[in-house]
């Protein structure tokens, strides 16, 4: 089955830091890869998304991830942390069979991040 | 474009009584899906359906539950007899589903808050 593991529950980072979130994955086939960020009392909102090509993607507000598939990981980045960045981001996986089209997300624990000044 | 409108935002209620959640998808999107979100278990399918049809509703914690998409543009996720463990966010996810070898992104909506108390 397939899983998403965030290894760390919580950072914190002072503002103008770098930032790396990671996100290790489980999934037989080539995977569709997902980063949401979720703020208090939001809703989930896409940052990027990996399906195919280059493995370095870039996505909205500054972030990109890297899909590395020998290490079954696709962690994101961002150069220099802004105080509203700070949110909890979700690393998901689309899971199902590899030729069903879209199929259920299958989300990380998540991994809050504090920013501060 | 109005993206996933959920409603109630937020709902209290007493344990036993009867909850009914309500989702529209975006306009077009042919995929919705049901995820819940708690603290314990973080983010979790409920349920999706593909063309206004179930595919996959072995989330649905109980026969408590149960989920209908009676058109494109309505579905319904209801609870009877509410608990306090049912407590959690409840959201609604819609996508454009093309072909078994396309997969496309899901946009979420901003939850459902339910208390049972």
């Known amino acids: 089955a397939q899983s998403v593991t965030q290894p760390d529950i919580h950072i914190t980072v002072s503002e103008g830091a770098s930032l790396e979130l990671r996100c290790n994955y489980s999934y037989g086939a080539t995977p569709y890869l997902f980063w949401y960020v979720q703020s208090p009392g939001q809703g989930l909102q896409l940052l990027l998304k990996y399906f195919s090509g280059d493995t370095l993607v870039q996505g909205i507000k500054g972030f990109e991830a890297e899909f590395k598939r020998s290490q079954s990981s696709f962690n994101l980045r961002k150069p220099s942390v802004h105080w509203s960045d700070a949110a909890e981001y979700f690393c998901a996986v689309g899971a199902g069979l590899w030729n069903s089209g879209n199929t259920p997300l299958v989300f990380g624990k998540g991994t809050r991040l504090s920013v501060i000044a | 474009d109005a993206g996933v409108i959920q409603s109630p935002r937020h709902e209290v209620t007493e344990m036993g009584q009867e909850v009914t959640l309500r989702c529209k998808p975006i306009s077009g999107h042919n995929s919705l899906f049901w995820y819940r979100q708690t603290m314990m278990r973080g983010l979790e399918l409920l349920i999706y359906?593909?063309?206004?049809?179930?595919?996959?509703d072995s989330g649905m914690p109980e026969d408590r539950f149960s989920a209908k998409m009676p058109n494109a543009s309505f579905s319904t996720l209801k609870i009877q007899p509410s608990e306090p463990r049912d407590s959690a966010v409840y959201f609604c996810?819609?996508?454009?589903?093309?072909?078994?070898?396309?997969?496309?992104?899901?946009?979420f909506g901003p939850g459902t808050r339910l208390t049972v108390l």
């Open positions: 359906f593909n063309n206004n049809v179930p595919i996959d």
């Open positions: 996810a819609s996508s454009l589903r093309v072909s078994s070898n396309s997969y496309n992104e899901q946009f």
